[in-house]
């Protein structure tokens, strides 16, 4: 066995996609291994996430790296990076706060990710086989944007991602190749009606729309134009992000310059499901409107995924509140939400329990980093949500996938549409 005592533990400022700041951290261990990770950042965050720590007046990092380099490198120093859980529950114990606020999420997962990251290679295996430990591996059905929305386009859609699934795909290579072909059309439809304005944050084509409806209806003819049959080839996957536009019960969708209620907000998406080839949609309601999200999943979760992000933060307690409630029927697994490894493993082991979806995501502010497509494999979440099919930081991923699939050879398998949680249709 190699020796994977920490010996070193250090953070650094690097840059995110957005140009702006953020963590990476670097931990050492003494069989000579080490391992690095860089924390994401998210532009539509849940308020319950865990807090990114952030410098008085702007987006500098020094604290966060601050504390790395000082009381986190103190406390890990001299553990053993094998074990993830006493790791992390080192480090929330020294924040002692119930959302990383003192030591900050942005350098909690960071070093999380990173002794993972040192661990795995210390005995010399890809991350994802290391997670796996000798269990059957499934590469993940990618949910990919064509179009970007919401707070990653500058507001001008209320929508903040229009996704496809490539539902009828036998391996992901094949998923990456089919939506490729939508993500093309969809390009080749904004060129043609003299509304290509280049991408937004994630990589999707920016949303020159004139309505919510419009977006959804050109993707809809993008799938159409790239030669496949929606709903049964490639479905649409919606993430509304409603916490966004909705609190207290009211929604202000300032594209349509609709105003509605909670059981309006409901009415006008479960009107989309009926007209347009969804599959899934992620936060339908605001984070706080618990009884919307509940009458939601009750007319249409068995029907359609439903996702919960701002809603859930990837928090094992709200997830467990939410699986009693009904309230969804899908996680989404961002590390940054909650700040370490283990806690994201408990909230994914939960919703796995109750047979909902998981799908580990990034953010939109992301990096070369590519931890999270192992994390997807390696626990085999059954889903992968990257953002776009353009920008460096987002094609990482998706690469590192094939990557994946390639060294498992004729081992591969591929979630595909048996990684949604409907029994019903589909
Ligand atoms: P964020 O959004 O990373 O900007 O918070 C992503 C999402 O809502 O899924
Ligand atoms: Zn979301």
């Known amino acids: 066995m190699p020796d994977t005592t920490i010996i070193n533990v250090r953070g650094r400022r690097v840059w995110d996609s957005r140009g702006r700041p953020t963590v990476e951290a670097e931990v050492h261990l003494a069989c000579g291994a080490s391992g690095r990770a860089i924390a994401p950042a998210g532009a539509s965050r849940g308020t319950r996430e865990a807090v990114d720590l952030r410098d008085a007046g702007g ?10 380099n000082g009381a986190i490198a103190g406390a890990l120093a001299g553990m053993n990076a094998a074990t993830q ?7 929330i114990a020294l924040d002692g706060t119930p959302n990383k606020a003192r030591l900050g999420a942005n350098a909690t997962v960071a070093v999380s990710l990173a002794v993972l990251q040192a661990t795995a290679r210390a005995h010399q295996l890809p991350l994802f086989l290391y997670l796996a430990d000798g269990r059957p591996i499934r590469l993940p059905l990618p949910e990919i944007q064509i179009f970007g929305g919401g707070a990653h386009a500058g507001r001008r859609i209320d929508i903040q991602d229009l996704m496809v699934m490539a539902l009828s795909a036998g391996t992901f290579d094949e998923a990456l190749e089919m939506t490729a072909r939508v993500y093309q059309a969809a390009g080749e439809l904004m060129r043609d009606s003299g509304r290509l304005h280049g991408v937004a944050d994630e990589g999707g084509w920016w949303p020159e729309f004139a309505s919510n409806e419009e977006a959804i209806e050109t993707l809809l003819r993008a799938i159409e134009r790239a030669g496949f049959v929606p709903g049964d080839e490639i479905a649409i996957s919606l993430d509304i992000a409603a916490s966004e536009f909705g609190a207290g019960g009211g929604y202000r969708l300032g594209l349509d310059g609709k105003s509605l209620d909670s059981d309006g907000m409901c009415d006008l998406v479960i009107g989309w499901l009926a007209r347009y080839p969804i599959i899934s949609v992620e936060d339908p309601l605001a984070e706080d409107d618990r009884e ?17 992000d701002d809603y859930l933060t990837t928090s094992a307690a709200r997830v467990r509140d939410a699986i009693t409630d009904r309230a969804c ?9 909650c700040g370490t490894v283990s806690e994201t493993r408990a909230a994914l082991d939960l919703a796995k329990a109750a047979g909902w979806g998981c799908i580990v995501s990034a953010r939109s502010g992301e990096t070369e980093d590519v931890s999270i497509v192992h994390l997807a494999t390696g626990w085999d979440a059954g889903q992968l949500k990257v953002g776009s099919f353009a920008r460096g930081e987002r094609m990482a991923k998706w690469n590192e996938a094939l990557r994946i699939e390639e060294m498992l050879g004729a081992r591969a398998r591929f979630a595909g549409r ?9």
């Open 292 to 308: 919307g999200m509940m009458r939601f999943t009750a007319a249409v979760g068995d029907q359609v995924q439903i996702i919960g």
């Open 59 to 68: 987006l500098g990092v020094s604290a966060a790296v601050a504390n790395i």
């Open 329 to 337: 029927n899908a996680v989404l697994l961002k590390p940054n939400q």
């Open 418 to 426: 048996g990684a949604l949680p409907l029994k019903n249709s589909y």
């Open 85 to 91: 859980e006493e790791i992390d529950r080192a480090m």
